[in-house]
């Protein structure tokens, strides 16, 4: 089975990507890439959108409007391109440290984003998980969340993750807190039963973690599931990052050998 190539409503007229890649080009690599070759879970930590907007003489939340139809359109790419899970972290445990101002047009830009997806996500097929915090993002926000989440439980082509007030030393936190409140002796504790009790259960563990803006940081995004996570640090600002971008950064991805501390090399010349 070959990936898909095109994204849902995406124009292919050869335009530039980046470098002398072309969209045909990119296309072209990228159907040639077996199914299961492909990253099944892609975690991208949305960085750069204020910078966009001041580059450009605009306010920095014309930068976060930007950023927020990018997310449509990667929402929906992980369904076409045959990506299983893909994550997006939109706020974190310490963004609420920003102007008030800046942290009540986010707010009400997730709000207004989210009843806009609803209906996609429900006609497309593509379930949707919260990752995060449910105590402090406004109850609207949370309804529509834990609504959407309810509805598309059972769908299992794609899974569309948002991270909204999420910080991975909370997310640890607060796992260890519920173990300890369910009453799991200690000699029940290991790897596996952890992972349950992460915001990210059910899904499978990160195989590549981009950065947009150029920052050379995880800033804790998922620091227990992405031990064995390929990184990619680009300089492409999230406004910016489509979903040709990200296929270029798979076909990356297929070359760059897998060992997991072993000795055994696995990469796509190899699968199968």
Known sequence: MKAKVKAKGQKNEGTMVS??????????????IPQEALPRHIAIIMDGNRRWALRRGLEPTEGHR?????????????????IEAITLWGF??????????????LINLFIRYARKFRKEFLSENVRFRHLGRKDRLPRKLMDIFFD?????????RSTFAIALDYGGTDEVVRAIQQIIKDGVPASKVNEELIMNYLDTSGLPKPDMIIRT???????GFLPLQS????????DDLFPDFTSNRLKELIIEYTKRNRRFGGGRYTNVSQVG
Do not use: C
Not at 23 to 32: C, G, M, P, V, Y
Not at 66 to 82: D, H, Q, T
Not at 148 to 156: A, S
């Open 227 to 234: 031990t064995y996570a390929e990184l990619f640090m680009i």
């Open 148 to 156: 959407l989440e309810e509805k598309t439980k059972n769908y299992d």
């Open 19 to 32: 470098g002398d890649a072309t969209a045909d080009s990119i296309d072209e690599e990228f159907n040639q």
């Open 66 to 82: 930007a950023g927020s139809e990018r997310v449509r359109e990667l929402a929906l790419a992980g369904k076409e391109l045959g």
């Open 213 to 219: 803006s150029g920052e050379q940081r995880t800033s």
């Open 92 to 105: 974190s445990t310490e963004n609420w440290s920003r102007s008030k101002a800046e942290v009540k047009f």
